[in-house]
């Protein structure tokens, strides 16, 4: 990869109650390098967090000296958490963990977008991109480790329920009477999870094993032929089934792919859950239903720390790929009667502009991004295209002018404004280099450089982004629910809409906001008073 084109990375973090791993991999799971440290979960957060930023930086500037950029921070948790905000509930394992704003802390950090993933739903996405579950699109994940999680991929997303809480299945009751988890007797965790296991041996042979038996001791014991370890593997593994057999019937999913146990012990294990599947399920979705273990084995959990960057990315690849479907039908059907309104309208906006909220630490992050350059004596660069050429103007204007009250006159170019170079540049060298060519000649280390483009997959836009990124500008793309479709800037702000004129009403208020920050630093208290009088 030459210093010209440097390789687009990941920073992952997969974060446990007894270790975490801080990794930088690419795109495709290829893992470029590996940091490792106890959790120490009896600590308080803010001693964990400094800790596991320390390796952040160490990985961080690894990738810096050979030349990656680094696009985003990726962490796989166990829950309970708040997916989208990436805030973390108090999870058993981090007792001191308590709703935790992990995604706008490292965000604020880093100046990098952060994605946040349930630990189950990213083993999920592991072997669904890079594993046993390439190529299908209806997938069950077990962990089937030391407790018994899950993840859904239904219809080639992940499913995360009303509340991110889907694939908590170790939950299920299955008797009433069995060895306790999750403070119930009978659970499928207690059966089936390494812990249940070893609760099952006791259970069935109450006198033969010590009390310090280990899941790893029984499972060693099973495959060296050991009858009595045996025959609880066995056990376990009808208590499996019968579990198996719900998500089978409910869920129809080609396949149900096994964690840490499912590899471990194979067939030993899994033949008696297939058993069972088969007597008891449906004939046609058994008879289409695999059960195997997953085949990323010991690299599951570097992979999966991974997957929520990865996933995001791939999302919204498809998500544009259906949005041009979409354009094509509706054009096809142009004559039909339209039956939108004034009214329609209306609520569609109201509707995308209150869920900024769902964007609002990315938002925040960009507008003190942008303060934070100003006050150090540095400069915004604005360009779009269309519409959004009259947003990067406008946002020029009210630095330069004002916003509010008037303040001293503050920096900034819109690559749009000026016909002779935008018409030099568009003959002489081709409009993808329309605004890249201009960032070259103006953007300094520090400025910011600002991409508008709703759809994400402006290639003026884009390149004009990777110009500022290698002149050391911090870049911010304003863009649509699909996102870039390139990963080119330090911040992108998407808001949650494919339709173009929601998302550049978004636009506005957000450069609006930016404004309202901006403001705030740099309005003298005594000028405050001195409100617009002309707009």
């Excluded at 939950?171 to 207690?190: C, F, M, N, Q």
């Excluded at 759809?455 to 649509?480: D, F, W």
């Amino acid at each position: 990869m030459s210093a010209a084109n440097p390789m687009n990375t990941i920073i992952g973090l997969d974060i446990g109650g007894t270790k975490t791993a801080v990794l930088e991999g690419t795109y495709e799971a290829e893992i470029l390098q590996r940091r490792e440290i106890p959790t120490q979960a009896q600590d308080s957060f803010t001693v964990t967090f400094e800790r596991i930023c320390a390796e952040v930086d160490l990985v961080l500037n690894a990738a810096r000296l050979a030349n990656h950029n680094v696009s985003a921070l990726s962490i796989a948790i166990g829950g309970p958490l708040r997916i989208a905000e990436g805030i973390i509930l108090q999870p058993p394992h981090l007792p001191n963990w308590v709703d935790v704003p992990l995604k706008a802390l490292l965000e604020r950090r880093y100046q990098l977008p952060v994605y946040v993933e349930h630990d189950g739903n990213a083993g999920a996405l592991a072997e669904y991109y890079f594993g046993a579950a390439r190529g299908c699109r209806n997938v069950v994940f077990l962990t089937a480790g030391t407790g018994l999680g899950g993840g859904l991929i239904l219809d080639g997303r992940i499913y995360r329920g009303s509340s991110d809480t889907a694939g908590e299945v170790g939950h299920i009751r299955l008797a009433d009477t069995g060895p306790v988890e999750y403070g119930k007797a009978g659970s499928w965790e207690a059966f089936c999870s390494g812990a249940g296991m070893v609760k099952l041996a006791h259970q069935l042979f109450p006198s033969h094993w010590p009390q310090s038996l280990t899941t790893r001791e029984l499972v060693t014991l099973a495959l060296d032929g050991d009858r009595r370890a045996r025959e609880v593997i066995v056990k376990s593994g009808e208590w499996l089934g019968r579990g198996l057999a719900i998500l089978v019937d409910t869920l129809n999913p080609e396949v149900i792919v096994l964690g840490s146990l499912g590899g471990a012990l194979g067939d030993l294990y899994l033949d008696p859950a297939r058993a069972v599947v088969r007597s008891e399920c449906l004939p046609q979705p058994a008879s289409i239903c695999r059960i195997i273990p997953a085949e990323l084995g010991g690299r599951i959990g570097d992979i999966a720390a991974l997957v929520a960057a990865i996933d995001t990315l791939r999302t919204r690849s498809n998500l544009n790929e259906r949005t041009q479907e979409e354009d094509k039908q509706s054009m096809s059907s142009i004559n039909k009667p339209v039956q939108s309104g004034f009214n329609t309208a209306l609520a569609d906006s109201v509707s995308v502009q209150s869920r900024l909220a769902e964007i609002a630490h990315t938002i925040e992050a960009s507008a003190l991004a942008i303060c934070e350059a100003l006050q150090h004596g540095h400069k915004v660069i604005v360009c779009g295209n269309g519409g959004s050429a009259a947003q990067a103007q406008h946002l020029a204007g009210e630095l330069v002018g004002k916003y509010g009250p008037v303040r001293q006159s503050l920096p900034s170019i819109a690559l749009t404004a000026d016909s002779g170079v935008v018409t030099c540049i568009a003959n002489d060298f081709g409009y993808d280099q329309l605004f890249s060519r201009q960032v070259e000649a103006f953007a300094q280390s520090g400025d910011i450089v600002v991409g508008i483009t709703t759809s994400g997959r402006s290639p003026n836009v884009l390149k004009a982004l990777e110009a500022g990124h290698k002149r050391g500008a911090v870049t911010i793309a304003l863009t649509g629910q699909a996102g870039l479709v390139n990963a080119t800037a330090d911040i992108v702000v998407a808001v949650p809409s494919v339709s173009t004129a929601r998302i550049q009403e978004s636009h506005a208020f957000i450069v609006h906001y930016w404004c309202d920050v901006v403001d705030a630093a740099f309005v003298n208290p005594s000028s405050a008073k001195l409100q617009d009088t002309g707009r």
